[in-house]
């Protein structure tokens, strides 16, 4: 019985194996890319407009004046 068991889950195992997804396709690496660097423009956008240039200078500021 134990072995009829064993033998059953080694081949559900195998076939789970055979499904499992071994890597992105070259399509998938593409739309990955511009992904990334459509939220790379993005965040230079947000990153250099000036609110933000100017939170950041604040805080730089602020950090070298500290005193210890």
């Not at 080694?10 to 076939?15: F, N, P």
């Not at 690496?29 to 990334?36: K, L, M, P």
């Amino acid at each position: 019985m134990m072995r009829k068991i064993r033998n059953w889950m080694r081949s559900v195992a195998g076939v789970v194996r055979s499904r499992a997804d071994s890597g992105m396709t070259t399509s998938e690496y593409a739309v990955g890319t511009i992904a990334a660097c459509a939220f790379a423009a993005v965040l230079y956008k947000v990153v250099t407009s000036p609110a933000v240039m100017a939170q950041l200078q604040s805080l730089l500021k602020g950090a070298l004046d500290a005193k210890f």
